[in-house]
């Protein structure tokens, strides 16, 4: 095996306590500026549309996890396969896996914008669109699904680019995009510099262009300073042998993913039973949550290629050193984010505008979901480092117990017995 890798990789020689902190700060960085991009775009559709539109975006967002999904099975995949083979010394599997992922990427954005167009209206009706939402997740939903491409090529290049040990380039492509996007949004919904108001299509047509700018940005990046491998267009031909490997690593990812539109659609139809308001209530929960759980995600993207290098380098205590002070950073920020919720749901609620009946329904329903973030920070941290040794089954397995045993039939039989 050649060690030349391991021996000048900072993954395998740094301190952990810096290495996590240079990994998942960028990280980090991003997923913050990205849940805060949702929350600013539902701000603004909110005072721009109204909750009808808020309604729309929670209808369309299962369409959204859809397309998360296909671009994690390929890119949580990929990623740990480049720096299991980097791990290794083994530079030329791991530019093969890089160009192997975003061919498979490309065909799958393409598929899935043809099919979420083809069965536009269907598909938000099976996620819980009502009578009065289904207009605005039409519009808004068309647009988005242009944007699927531009989505699944940057969420899979996006980890790759981690995995070579270049975090910072990883975030600036994502702060490029969302920033762009939190620019457009009120350009486009309210017609702002001589641009027309366009509403639900505005904030669709800022999301997509941000998502182009993201593409763009992680593409280049790894292509210009990849510095491990070298991308070469001949690597871009399909391995049957490697994207099965990818496959066993990132399906975990994607069953989850889906599961979790699963999830989502079976509350919007036990939701919509009582009114479209509980819908929207629902839907900016996810956004506030998604705060709150980005941070652990930033985190958890800046553990994984520590934790797969060093498998593939077999350097035990490195692995363990991350997961323990992983763990430990997780549940401190987890439990930040349980205090902001019992403490000021009325608060983040009126960000979104929320009516009273809003208010009635969402301040007590955010401080019962967030005594669930007691335990949230660990499980989502021990899941991933199951998919980084390559025993993603483990976190599928919790994963389906949650959110299809647990989470819906009791939400199904408490709503019978004792109502919203």
Not at 239 to 261: A, E, L, N, T, W
Request: charged share 10%; aromatic share 10%.
């Amino acid at each position: 095996m050649d060690t030349t890798a391991t021996k000048t990789n900072p993954l395998g020689t740094e301190r952990v306590g810096k290495l996590i902190l240079t990994f998942a700060v960028p990280s980090i960085i991003s997923m913050v500026v990205n849940a805060l991009y949702n929350i600013v775009d539902q701000i603004f559709i909110g005072h721009g549309v109204g909750y009808l539109g808020n309604g729309a975006t929670n209808v369309v967002m299962p369409m959204t996890v859809i397309a998360i999904s296909i671009s994690l099975l390929i890119g949580d995949g990929a990623a740990a396969y480049l720096s299991l083979k980097l791990g290794e010394g083994d530079e030329r599997s791991a530019a093969k896996g890089i160009g192997c992922s975003i061919s498979v990427t490309v065909i799958a954005g393409i598929i899935l914008c043809i099919l979420f167009n083809l069965l536009l209206k269907p598909l938000c009706i099976l996620f819980g669109a009502t009578e009065d939402i289904l207009p605005y997740a039409m519009d808004y939903g068309r647009i988005i699904s242009f944007g699927m491409l531009f989505f699944c090529i940057d969420s899979g290049m996006a980890g790759m680019i981690r995995a070579d040990g270049s975090p910072k380039y990883s975030m600036a492509g994502l702060l490029v995009g969302c920033i762009a996007n939190i620019i457009l949004d009120p350009i486009m919904i309210f017609g702002l510099c001589g641009f027309p108001a366009m509403g639900i299509r505005g904030a669709a047509i800022a999301t997509v262009t941000g998502q182009f700018l993201a593409m763009f940005l992680s593409l280049f990046f790894n292509y210009k300073w990849n510095t491990d491998v070298s991308i070469r267009m001949k690597g871009f031909s399909p391995d049957k042998r490697i994207i099965g490997i990818i496959y066993v690593v990132g399906v975990p990812s994607i069953v989850m993913q889906s599961i979790s539109s699963v999830m989502t659609y079976g509350m919007n139809k036990i939701l919509g039973v009582f009114s479209s308001t509980a819908v929207t209530v629902f839907g900016v929960y996810f956004k506030l949550q998604s705060f709150i759980f980005m941070p652990v995600f930033g985190l958890n993207n800046g553990m994984i290629p520590i934790i797969a290098y060093n498998y593939g380098a077999r350097n035990r205590k490195r692995i363990m050193d991350t997961a323990r002070l992983s763990i430990l950073i997780a549940v401190g920020i987890m439990l930040l984010g349980l205090a902001a919720f019992q403490l000021f749901p009325r608060e983040l609620l009126l960000l979104f505008d929320a009516s009273e009946h809003m208010l009635e329904i969402g301040v007590p329903a955010l401080r019962l979901i967030s005594l669930s973030f007691l335990f949230a920070g660990y499980c989502i941290i021990v899941g991933s480092i199951f998919q980084a040794l390559g025993n993603g089954v483990y976190s599928l397995i919790v994963s389906v117990a949650r959110q299809l045993f647990c989470i819906l039939p009791i939400a199904w039989l408490f709503a019978r017995l004792w109502g919203l």
